[in-house]
């Protein structure tokens, strides 16, 4: 049975979060990272298999998206601070933490915590400050979002989104209104502007953060499996690459998977955490996390 509760992140912001499985007896921890727009919820049928696997898994929402929204701004984003660096420095930083103190508290030895990042989720692990008990990380449909790089079909109208879309509606909104746009979904202000210079740029986050945050990424030494997908319709192949390629010092293992190699139709950007997929492509991910 999962538990809602509010984590507090760094500054104080509540941040709603759910936790599946058995703290004290719970053989390792594990947080999932939403990717972009997604609201923690689309987790629940992954995040409880993977408690019944014998982890606690925690969900949970970055500041103004899903349930982390506060009730004064759900009809507009207008105003609300946040970028990506948030997300990744106070929001899943906090979440890390709460759920290492939480595991401390119900049982004695260090358990791990488990990183399973889905796109957004699994960009940010090298902007995480401390990461003394982050254990394996999985990401999902992870790649780098410059545009040149992206999928064909997305590129058809990548170039629209960054350059006409999004700055238009955010100047007259004040923030994304990816909702009515049948986009992503809202944004505040700061994420999209960051997001989108960020998939300007060749060389995606590294572009703004330099040489400071390649130090940073190069200091992950945390075994990586990569998942990703041959149809996927927003990560190409080099997009997939190219990220990963941050994480310099880590052992890196990557698995590009197609529909037919499971006997599926399609798999996307975002069919991995469909209960579908509970007898194919989930059980990849306990083995490596218990190795």
């Known amino acids: 049975m999962p538990f809602d509760r509010i984590v507090p992140s760094s500054d104080g912001f509540p941040l709603s979060a759910r936790l599946h499985g058995a703290l004290a007896t719970a053989r390792a921890g594990v947080v999932i990272s939403p990717a972009m727009g997604v609201p923690q919820s689309y987790y629940d049928e992954f995040a409880a298999w993977l408690s019944a696997q014998g982890f606690a898994v925690l969900s949970f929402d970055y500041r103004g998206m899903g349930r982390s929204r506060p009730d004064a701004y759900r009809d507009s984003l207008r105003g609300f601070e946040a970028d990506v660096v948030t997300w990744a420095e106070r929001d899943a930083a906090s979440a890390l933490d709460y759920l290492a103190e939480s595991l401390d508290e119900h049982g004695e030895g260090a358990r791990p915590v488990h990183w399973i990042g889905h796109s957004l989720g699994g960009q940010i692990v090298g902007l995480l400050p401390d990461r ?104 190409s192949a080099r997009n997939v690459e190219s990220l990963h390629g941050f994480y310099t010092t880590a052992p890196r293992e990557m698995r590009r998977i197609s529909p037919q190699d499971i006997g599926a139709r399609a798999i996307g950007h975002f069919g991995f955490f469909r209960a579908r997929f509970q007898q194919t492509l989930w059980p990849q991910v306990v083995p490596f996390l218990q190795a």
């Open 132 to 235: 003394s008990r982050l254990g394996r990380v999985v990401t999902v449909g992870c790649g780098s979002g410059y545009w040149r790089e992206n999928s064909p079909q997305l590129k058809r109208i990548a170039w629209a989104l960054w350059y006409f879309i999004a700055p238009v509606t955010m100047a007259v909104a004040g923030y994304f209104p990816g909702r009515r746009l049948r986009k992503v979904g809202d944004l505040p202000l700061g994420v999209m502007a960051q997001w989108r210079r960020w998939c300007l740029s060749p060389d995606y986050l590294m572009g703004e953060g330099g040489a400071a945050w390649q130090r940073r990424y190069e200091a992950v030494g945390n075994p990586i499996l990569s998942l990703s997908f041959t149809d996927d319709e927003f990560m």
